[in-house]
Structures are given as C-alpha cells and as structure tokens.
C-alpha cells in the first residue's frame, strides 16, 4: 500500500536561511533592492517607449520619539499588478526559473528576480511594506511580509502613491536602529555606491540638506563602445573613483578588453607598484551592471596579477547569493578570451610606456614570457636581467656580444664575478626567478645558442700555468698537497690569473654541488634518514674533483709556497684558504671543514711563536 505525501516545508525557517545564510554581507539586502528597481524601470522603458530615463530615489527616516529608522526606497519603474504581486512576491522562487518578463517581453537583461532577493531583507527588519502602483493597470497594491512567513495584500486609494513605480519600506531592527543617524547613513550610501555605481538608473540618496547623486561619475559605462568613448584621463579617473584605494591614485597605464563574443569586455588598470605573483587577484565584475564581487580572481588568468580589472557580463552565471560565479567551461573560456585580449594590447603598447611596464611588474612578465614563445619573441629585448654591470636588459647585452654567458644559480655567480669582469666575460646572474628558463628558452626562438649555461671549463681560459721552473719547483709540493685535499674532493691547481687581489677560487660543477649538499644534509639529518643519504651519495662515482684555483700573482699565495716552510704548515694555510673560498662562494661549511678550518688557525698560530 502506498501513499503520496507531500514535503511540509517551515517558510520561516525558510526566510531565515535565505536572509540570514544565503548571503556574506548583511547589508546585501540593498543590492536586492537596487537590482529590483532598476529591472522595474529596464521593464518600463521596454513596455512604455515614451520613458527616456527613469530614478531611483533613497531615504533614511528616523522618528525622534520611537527612536526608529526606516529606509524608504522607491522607483518609478513599471510597477506590479495584483497577478505580478502572487508570482514574484507571494510565491518563494517561483520566479527563479525562466524568465523575468513582466508579462510583456523576454528581453534576457534583467538582473535579478523578485522573491528570493526581496527576503534579504529580513537581515535587517522583520517586516517589509511594499507599495506599488503598476504602469499597466494604474492600480496601487500594498504587500506586507513579515519574518514569519505571513503577508498581507490589499489595494490603496491612487493618492497612496500617484506615480507609477514602486516603493519599499524598511523599519530597522532595535539593533541596528541603534546606530548614529550619520553612521547608518555613511553605511547605506558607501554601500549604495559599491552596488549600484555603474548602472544607468540615477541613483539618489536623500541627505538632511540636498539630495546625493551617488553614480554620476561612474555609471557612464554600459558597453564596450562606451567605454572606448572615454579619454585617457576619463578613463584613469573612472578606475580611482571605484577602487578608491590610495595606492590608485598613481594609476598611469590600462587596457582595454573583451571578448570573441562582445559580452564580456573590461579595463585592466596596471598596478602602479610591484605585487607578489602570489598576492590575490582583487578583480571587480559587474552583471549586467550590477556589482557582483570586488574579490573576482577566476574572470581573469592568473598571471594577469600585475593588474586590477573591472569586468562587465552578460554571459557569466551567479551563484545563488549572486557574490561569484559558478566555475564552469564558460567562465574558462571568458578567462582564456581575456587574456589573450591583453596580451594582444601589450603588444601594441609604445616603446616608452612598455619599458615602464615592463620594469614594474617584470617578474610577471617573466612568468608570461616562460610559456608564451609570441610574447617573449616579442618583449625579450627589453627584459632586464642581473649582470656584471648591474641591471642591463637584453638588447644591450646582445649589441656587445654574440654570445652570453649566464650561471644557474646565484652563488655561482658569485664566485666567478670578478675572474669573470677582469676577463670581460659577459656575464648574467641566471639564479633569479625565471631567468635561466627564459635564456633557455630564447636559444631555441633564435634558432642558435646564443645564450651558454657557464660550466667550470668556460672560466679556465683566464688561467695562465706556470712557468716550467715554477712547475719543477712546486711539482712535489703541490702533490702531497693533493694528496690530503684528496679526501675533500678537491684538486689545487698553482697558476696565474687576474684580478691579482684575489688570492684563490674554487669552482665545482653542479654534479659535485649536489653531492657536496646532500652530504651536508646526511650530516644534520638523525640516523635513518642520514644512512639514506649516505647511501646515495656511495652510489656516485667518477664525479670529477673541484678545483682549488691558487693565483701567484697574489702576494698571500706568493709567499706560503715560496715561505720555506714545512710541507704540513703550508698544506695547514692552503686547507684555511680552500674554507675562505668556500665562505666566499657562500657555501655552508661541513663539520669536517669547520674542524679542518680550526685546526689550520691553530697551526698558524702555534707556528707564529
């Protein structure tokens, strides 16, 4: 046996979750009622041609006595029949599904739908009082709605309200109504303004004294055209007014974009400042002109962070709270159509004002430039990178030689530096972010090697041997030397180089930095790991020696090998000055060279008595 039932659903309860749940931000409730009104008046202009413009008009009431505050909103759209009354207002979410046409048309420019959005409202009060007096029927209806679920309909004389339109009334709760007159009221216009700033309906806040036309200056933007139609500085001020953040006020450079379809279109204003690339992408959308979010990461791609974008759709879908957009294969492809928009307007930047792009926020373009051969075919001159000289930018190094050197790590730049300056070597510091894969990169767009990763053998042809006496002289020497620098991993070499001044270099290949590292982790790691370590490093072999380069043009040099001291002293100041270098080329010490370092000072000390 079997019987149908039906759902028993607790329309309070019900409320309460749409207006107390739904919603990030209490004072939505006036998005709500903006996006109302400005459909009402959309929905006039459509049903009644005659209409040029319509207004939506704010107030905030406080009665001295009672010590309340009611908001009064009111439009002079097209009003509600008794019918339209039943199905958007009587009925939760009847109208969340199709279309929102008033009867009359299915015009897909609306923005919002009665019901649902009109509940917002109860985060604020406990009874919405509606008055409208509909364009098609001349009627005037009142619609009461209580927190409870409950509400009551009846007909008003014309006098009640004489003008087509609509208006809502909002007793605050105790609460609220607490608040300063001149506190609430900075609430209700900062937030009228964020929600309502570019629609095309005039918005107006009523003060003590005058009224406030709140988006004069920044709903001038309805379409692309529009925005094309703009001047530059119309433009930079449109942006200043709707971010307002103090750090905008320096806003020199933007673009302009859209979409293959046309639905979607933006300008991205260019942080005039450097950002983290992982900093969140504080992007504004608008849906069909209503504010959706100031926190849009998703509408625009990822590496786009250098700029801050104001976003208008048509084609993107809300989320139930309307605070973001779903995450579907249309905002994908708007992302993707986007940024290809701005790469194609950064191309067609001037000289002048892509150099300071560039220079801004470099290290986003960089990260562009890693996967966009186009984009780095096309910026790659004007990419600056650490040289001996300082910052120098590509088609500068490139004017001086056919081929450039660059290191792979920071360290390693380093510890050739000045071998490298005194032998002219043209030089760049690859161990910054993205710089070594770009160069990589480069080489394969130019169709040669043009860019050469510097190993241990490219700087060896700044080193002069010895003479033949020399080599005779010091031959003995320098192989017991070896013979104890064995166990170190290095060779010392005796030769000639310049800059005199510097009296050793040490240079290792990235294989021998790799085991040379993970035997200093062995050696702080606990057992079990460190044993893992060290196995691996056992598995190493043929890994050619470092090289200790020893420069006899160097006074300190000089004079230890022509000291006449035994072999162990000089072997004890040659092992001080391989840890030096090791200082020197900023790599961490092992235990065994901290000890080996203690031992070689004390020697020399003992040996000065």
Request: proline share 2%; charged share 20%.
């Amino acid at each position: 046996m079997s019987q149908e039932s039906r759902f028993q659903v607790n329309l309070a309860g019900m409320i309460d979750i749409l207006s107390n749940h739904l919603y990030s931000d209490q004072n939505v409730y006036i998005r709500e009622l903006l996006q109302n009104g400005t459909d009402a008046i959309r929905a006039r202009k459509l049903w009644d041609s005659k209409l040029d413009t319509g207004e939506i008009n704010v107030e905030l009431q406080q009665d001295q006595n009672a010590n309340s505050k009611t908001l009064v909103f009111t439009d002079n759209g097209i009003g509600l029949t008794a019918d339209e009354v039943e199905i958007f207002l009587a009925t939760i979410a009847s109208s969340s599904k199709g279309e929102k046409n008033f009867g009359e048309s299915s015009e897909q420019s609306f923005i919002g739908r009665f019901g649902i959005g009109l509940l917002s409202c109860f985060v604020v009060t406990t009874q919405i009082r509606l008055v409208t007096h509909s364009a098609k029927t001349g009627t005037v209806l009142e619609w009461n709605g209580k927190g409870d679920g409950t509400y009551e309909i009846r007909e008003l004389p014309l006098e009640a309200q004489p003008e087509a339109g609509t208006s809502v009334y909002l007793t605050y709760k105790a609460e609220i109504a607490a608040e300063s007159y001149a506190d609430l009221h900075n609430t209700v216009r900062e937030c009228m303004f964020q929600y309502g700033a570019c629609l095309e309906v005039p918005i107006y806040l009523k003060d003590q004294h005058k009224r406030l036309w709140l988006n004069e200056h920044s709903n001038k933007v309805g379409s692309l055209a529009d925005l094309q139609a703009l001047n530059h500085y119309e433009v930079l001020q449109f942006g200043r007014t709707l971010f307002g953040a103090e750090e905008m006020r320096s806003l020199q450079d933007y673009f302009i974009l859209h979409n293959d379809s046309g639905n979607t279109f933006a300008v991205a204003y260019v942080i005039p400042f450097a950002v983290s690339t992982h900093a969140r992408k504080l992007h504004r959308a608008y849906l069909n002109r209503m504010f959706v979010s100031d926190a849009v990461e998703e509408v625009m791609p990822e590496w786009a962070f250098f700029t801050r974008t104001v976003i208008w759709t048509k084609e993107l879908q809300p989320v139930a709270s309307r605070e973001a957009f779903y995450q579907n294969e249309a905002l994908e492809r708007v992302s993707q159509e986007l940024g290809a928009s701005l790469k194609q307007q950064i191309k067609a930047m001037p000289e002048k004002q892509l150099q300071r792009l560039l220079n801004t926020h470099y290290l986003a373009f960089k990260a562009l430039a890693c996967e966009d051969s186009e984009l780095l075919q096309f910026i790659y001159p004007h990419l600056n990178f650490r040289t001996l000289n300082g910052e120098e930018n590509l088609q500068t190094l490139l004017s001086r030689s056919e081929v450039v050197y660059y290191t792979q790590s920071v360290d390693e730049f380093r510890q050739i530096a000045d071998v490298a300056r005194a032998q002219q070597m043209p030089l760049i510091n690859g161990g910054y972010a993205y710089d070594s894969a770009i160069l990589r990169h480069l080489n394969g767009i130019l169709g040669h090697e043009v860019f050469k990763l510097f190993q241990a053998e490219d700087v060896e042809f700044a080193f002069q041997p010895l003479f033949p006496e020399e080599e005779r002289a010091f031959a003995d020497l320098l192989s017991q030397l070896n013979a104890r620098m064995e166990t170190y991993q290095v060779e010392a070499v005796l030769n000639y180089f310049s800059p005199h001044d510097i009296p050793m270099l040490y240079i290792c290949n990235q294989q021998k930095q790799a085991e040379r590292e993970l035997g200093r982790v062995a050696e702080a790691s606990n057992d079990l790991f460190g044993g893992i370590l060290g196995s691996l490093q056992e598995e190493k072999e043929n890994v050619p020696l470092a090289q200790l380069y020893l420069n006899f043009h160097n006074e300190v040099v000089q004079s230890v090998f022509c000291s006449g001291k035994s072999v162990d002293t000089i072997c004890k100041v040659v092992e001080v000055l391989y840890v030096q270098a090791l200082l020197m080329g900023h790599y961490p010490l092992k235990k065994d060279e901290v000890t080996l370092m203690n031992k070689g000072l004390l020697h020399i000390i003992k040996a000065m008595k």
